[in-house]
């Protein structure tokens, strides 16, 4: 190749580069609009600056800590049925070897809801199965197992306590996450979150809060009293 032929290229390159860097302005742009939106039809705050302290707010949501530069952005907040939310993109970095030497940078990029519990609860990890999980159970990585068989077949369930990962997963409450859209749910001991390992749509903000809602109101009410119980008698 000449060296006409090489700025040719060069120049090719650089067009479509600055085409797409456009594009992605314009997509990011759009999707602000879209979430400021939601967020005013719904009462709720809309701040679309990098919040860096959410790994600290909650530091037992192994998906807030992950990777490196990790932050929150397109932040949602206020009251949701009585209910305090935070809902937000989140961003985070891998890094990995070039085949010539040097390091590449991986960026990441997920969205999650996180509700804030009227009640305390206890910790618990629900999500969809995987073909990995599968092999992790037959090494002898145990998850919990429950009555429903097509329950198991689409989640997988961790607890240190199983009596609470029961006492949540009842018969209705897994016929209702069997029905409802896909997330992955942790919950710490005062908030769950939701999310998925790519950005929701805006709507699919409401579907994660109403899906950690269903959870927390179809728990027993003496469930619920034991949780309360549980905290004040720590207190003292």
Same mark, same amino acid.
């Given at each position: 190749?000449?060296?006409?032929?090489? @700025?040719?290229?060069?120049? &090719?390159?650089?067009?479509?580069? &600055?085409?797409?860097?456009?594009?992605?302005?314009? @997509?990011? /742009?759009?999707?602000?609009?879209?979430? !400021? %939106?939601?967020? !005013?039809?719904?009462? #709720?705050?809309?701040?679309?600056?990098?919040?860096?302290?959410?790994?600290? *707010?909650?530091?037992?949501?192994?998906?807030?800590?992950?990777?490196?530069?990790?932050?929150?952005?397109?932040?949602?907040?206020?009251?949701?049925?009585?209910?305090?939310? #935070?809902?937000?993109?989140?961003?985070?970095?891998? @890094?990995?070897?070039?085949?010539?030497?040097?390091? %590449?940078?991986?960026?990441?990029?997920? !969205?999650?809801? &996180?509700?804030?519990?009227?009640?305390?609860? %206890?910790?618990?990890?629900? *999500?969809?199965?995987?073909?990995?999980? !599968?092999?992790?159970?037959?090494?002898?990585?145990?998850?919990?197992?429950?009555?429903?068989?097509?329950?198991?077949?689409?989640?997988?369930? =961790?607890?240190?306590?199983?009596?609470?990962?029961?006492?949540?997963?009842?018969?209705?409450?897994?016929?209702?996450? #069997?029905? =409802?859209?896909?997330?992955?749910?942790?919950? $710490?001991?005062?908030?769950?979150?939701?999310?998925? $390992? /790519?950005?929701?749509?805006?709507?699919?903000?409401?579907?994660?809060?109403?899906?950690?809602?269903?959870? #927390? $109101?179809?728990?027993?009410? @003496?469930?619920?009293? %034991?949780?309360?119980?549980?905290?004040?008698?720590?207190?003292?």
């Amino acid at each position: 190749m000449g060296f006409e032929g090489f @700025y040719l290229v060069l120049g &090719i390159v650089v067009v479509v580069g &600055i085409i797409a860097a456009i594009i992605g302005a314009m @997509y990011e /742009r759009r999707r602000r609009e879209a979430m !400021s %939106q939601w967020a !005013s039809e719904n009462g #709720l705050r809309f701040d679309a600056s990098r919040h860096r302290d959410l790994e600290r *707010r909650f530091p037992d949501f192994h998906p807030l800590h992950q990777g490196s530069n990790r932050y929150a952005y397109n932040v949602i907040s206020g009251d949701w049925g009585g209910r305090e939310i #935070l809902a937000f993109d989140y961003h985070y970095e891998t @890094y990995s070897s070039r085949r010539k030497g040097g390091r %590449q940078t991986n960026h990441h990029y997920f !969205s999650a809801v &996180i509700v804030r519990t009227k009640f305390p609860v %206890q910790p618990l990890v629900i *999500r969809s199965r995987s073909f990995f999980d !599968s092999i992790a159970s037959f090494f002898g990585f145990e998850d919990i197992s429950f009555e429903s068989a097509e329950f198991n077949r689409a989640f997988t369930v =961790k607890a240190p306590n199983r009596r609470w990962a029961f006492d949540v997963l009842h018969t209705r409450a897994m016929q209702f996450l #069997l029905e =409802k859209p896909r997330f992955s749910i942790e919950f $710490d001991h005062h908030h769950g979150i939701a999310w998925r $390992d /790519r950005r929701f749509k805006p709507e699919e903000f409401e579907d994660a809060v109403t899906v950690i809602e269903g959870l #927390l $109101d179809q728990l027993p009410d @003496y469930v619920r009293q %034991q949780q309360i119980d549980g905290e004040v008698a720590v207190a003292r």
